[in-house]
């Protein structure tokens, strides 16, 4: 037999994925096109006579830090798992919570800081498009952090080390898009107010 007809014996690899893991890609792909179709809806409203101008709040810029510093913790969380080191892994996994809770309770700050300027969820469609889009951000991060307390008690059970890094991956993946998702729609407010 040569070369060419051993090639042809084998069976073809098929890709795989952990159906777990799909599931979750699918899943961001979902809230990608509904933030996609968001963002779209708010530049075509935008047109309207009747756009409220306003400056983005404060809170805004020190969310998106702690948004980045808690993708940072994320990563140090999953590389510390890899590498089997536990401690690590609880200390990055924890911090990661504490910064997903100061990230909401920012946001809840640069809710209240919309209503010190009368920028209100109802009578302007800009005010309107501001809730929805920070809610629903809002609304995933609370799902995400949900995730992390799962993963911070698999990894105070050492259920989570090099050889069962599915969780973690998994975790890691929805929180560094969360992240992302939030730098973009921050840059995205700024650039259309």
Known sequence: ????????????????????????????????????????????????????????????VYTSIV?????????????????DNIPQAKAAVLSTFVLGIIFLIGQYQSWSE??????????????????VLTGLHGLHLISALIFLFIVFIAVFRYKVHSKRLNRIEMCTTYWHFLGGLWLYLYFFLLLNS
């Open 1 to 60: 037999m040569n070369a060419e007809e051993i090639k042809m014996d084998r069976p073809k690899q098929i890709l795989s994925m952990h159906p777990q893991k799909f599931a979750l890609w699918l899943f961001i792909v979902s809230v990608m096109m509904m933030f996609a179709a968001l963002t779209s809806a708010y530049i075509v409203k935008q047109a309207d006579n009747n756009w409220l101008l306003f400056d983005m709040p404060d809170a805004f």
């Open 67 to 83: 948004i980045v510093l808690s993708s940072v913790t994320m990563h140090w969380a999953y590389l510390s798992a890899k590498k």
């Open 114 to 131: 919309l209503v010190e300027m009368d920028v209100y969820f109802v009578g302007n469609p800009a005010g309107s498009f501001i809730y």
